[in-house]
């Protein structure tokens, strides 16, 4: 989606942390996602958050949101090999059905 | 939990068959969605559906229909199916309401020989 950008790639140690960034450019965003891929399957749901929060943590991820700078990061904690896969950030616009997706972050996990 | 199935994972068909791709979703959602995904362009819609019977065009409508009868079920149909179709194809559905939310199929790779 042209309004939504991610950094194409990322590779990242086993047991550091990763970090996806994503940015957007509609202020009226009212929901922000983070969708995982793995080779061969569908979208999978990890998380999401609404536009009036700061942060959310699930287990070994963490979210993060600069309504100001417009920017959406996600942390993975701890990566494993199972979490090599596509990222893809998305955000609902108050009023349309659909979402706005990113092009995915490709995450690379290396032993 | 939310199921959304998809009739084939994978399809071989023939340059100007037509080709019929279903999308079944157990959750009572309005809203279903058909994508396409290629490397290096990301997911594309091609056509969405608020209600029965009610379509809209996506971004790449061109060389696709859809088709909705019941609530649960989302047709995707390529008419003469061609070479540049091959790719993998995703259906969604999401609730109305604020948290447009979609849920993912596993996606049917389809290649046109």
């Known amino acids: 989606g042209e309004d939504v950008e991610q950094s194409l790639f990322l590779s990242v140690r086993e047991g550091d942390s990763s970090v996806i960034n994503c940015t957007y450019t509609?202020?009226?965003?009212?929901?922000l996602y983070w969708y995982k891929q793995e080779p061969g399957a569908g979208l999978q749901l990890l998380t999401y958050?609404?536009?009036?929060?700061d942060m959310k943590q699930d287990q070994r991820l963490t979210v993060l949101l600069n309504k100001k700078d417009k920017h959406l990061s996600l942390r993975i904690a701890d990566t494993q090999t199972g979490d090599s896969a596509i990222y893809f950030c998305?955000?609902?616009?108050?009023?349309?059905?659909?979402?706005?997706f990113g092009a995915g972050t490709t995450v690379t996990v290396r032993a | 939990d939310v199921k959304v199935t998809q009739s084939s994972r994978y399809l071989v068909k023939r340059t100007g068959e037509k080709v019929f791709l279903e999308c079944v979703q157990d959750?009572?959602?309005?809203?279903m969605f058909w994508y396409r995904q290629d490397p290096g362009l990301g997911l594309r819609l091609i056509y969405f559906?608020?209600?029965?019977?009610?379509?809209e065009k996506g971004d790449i409508p061109e060389g696709y229909s859809v088709s909705r009868e019941k609530k649960e079920r989302f047709s995707l149909i390529l008419e003469s199916a061609s070479t540049n179709q091959t790719s993998m194809y995703l259906c969604?559905?999401?609730?109305?309401?604020?948290?447009?939310?979609?849920?993912f199929g596993p996606g049917t790779r389809l290649t046109v020989l």
């Open positions: 998305a955000e609902s616009i108050s009023g349309d059905y659909k979402l706005s």
């Open positions: 958050i609404f536009s009036n929060m």
């Open positions: 969604a559905s999401s609730p109305s309401g604020k948290a447009r939310t979609q849920y």
């Open positions: 959750m009572d959602h309005e809203n």
């Open positions: 509609d202020s009226s965003s009212t929901y």
């Open positions: 559906s608020y209600d029965v019977k009610m379509k």
